[in-house]
């Protein structure tokens, strides 16, 4: 073990703490449950990561991989279309946004793949119902409380009661995440580590250490697991502290968010799935700067985390996927921006990833009654084929029994 390379067992042994403190808690540990044994986790493969890229708000994905030999895409887009010649083309018929130029490089080198047209079922256009439908993999008309890796952690994971399966950054816990047990710990910016309040964490726990616990069996708890949290949140802190990256990351709060999340990977944290955030794509008016400075905050994120997992060793055992609630309507509005519509494209890389265009492009001249794409990839059956050609798990466990996984699309 490296001096920088924290063993599993051991920060296990450390991290056996339970319940919520409120402000003596790192905000990293918030949600805690009992941790998991110093054993090898039952049902996870013991060297894989998942890392969700959620783009909220909904991703117009036409701008994103453009038809730019379609007609129907530059008439239905007069002022928001992006010309021929600026276009990163990647075949005859599409390319990518011309400020893509990272995710454009990982194509020429063959380490990308695109999804294309992917959708599902009777659609809805809420943001709200159409992100949790994705986060649960629900049918449109049912309503699951369980999120597909969150049901996947209970099923397939039985023997582990950590927290740290699964680890987001962001200002709320996807319902990805949620299951029987909690196994996912939150915090809203990359300051990972940092104690919340006013006073410093290890002053609270101080403080707590000189109060007299004998006649207060509640504040002996909280002396005795706000100790064992002090105890692990310093490990994993200098675990991570020093952990070289081998690329400059952008300094927005995505690409650092990125950074945390490699430089984790790379200390053999045991958190198996990882969800990244970057908003702001719901873009009803005044669109086509705004969404071409967020596509090259994906594009410059994405890039330099991927080219840093390579040069670290570790992009092999971790997938990177991400999604959007939904797509755009294929017409701009009167306000210079879309309006909320269908399918969209997705991207994937590292892992068993096969390179490629995944999925049937949209046709443009095959719309729905109010002007929408009509998908022709269930972004279930992506679920379903990361779940078991990836995780090495039962799709049927996680509530994709009628979905087949998308063929093709990992080795």
Known sequence: MTAHRMHRRQFLK?????????????????????????????????????VLVQ????????????PYEDDIYYRSRPTLSIPRDEILKLDDHCGLHPEMYALHDLWEQGALALIQ???????????????????????????????????YFDNECQGASSPLLGLQLGERTAQTFSGDRPRCVTFSNPDLFQFSGGASGEQRITQLNSSSASVNPALDFLQRTGNDV?????????????????????????????????????????????????????????????????????????????????GLGHLDRTLVMTFSEFGRRVAENQNAGTDHGTANVMFMAGGATKPGFHGTRADLSRLDSVGDLI?????????????????????????????????????
């Open 14 to 50: 450390q991290a056996g703490i339970v319940t919520a403190m409120g402000m003596t808690l790192p905000s990293f540990l918030k949600q805690s449950s009992p941790a998991l044994a110093a054993s090898p986790i039952a049902g996870l493969p013991d060297d894989r990561v998942l």
């Open 55 to 66: 783009l909220a708000g909904g991703n117009d994905g036409l701008n994103t991989l453009i």
């Open 117 to 151: 047209n992917v959708g599902y079922p009777n659609p809805d256009l809420s943001h709200f119902r159409s992100t949790e439908i994705w986060e649960t993999a629900s049918p449109s008309h049912q309503n699951w409380s369980s999120g597909w890796i969150g049901r």
């Open 230 to 310: 002090l105890s692990a949140s310093r490990q994993i802190s200098e675990a991570v502290r020093n952990q070289k990256t081998t690329v400059d990351y952008l300094p927005y709060q995505f690409s650092q968010s990125l950074k945390l999340v490699a430089q984790m990977i790379a200390a053999e944290v045991p958190t198996r799935v990882y969800y990244v955030s970057l908003g702001g794509f719901d873009h009803h008016a005044t669109q086509k700067m705004r969404h071409a400075m967020l596509l090259q905050e994906l594009s410059e994120g994405l890039g330099a985390f991927l080219q840093d997992l390579r």
């Open 375 to 411: 998908h022709t990839t269930d972004f279930r059956s992506i679920y379903s084929a990361v779940l078991q050609s990836w995780l090495k798990a039962d799709g049927n466990k996680a509530g994709l029994s009628q979905i087949s996984p998308l063929e093709g699309l990992l080795a």
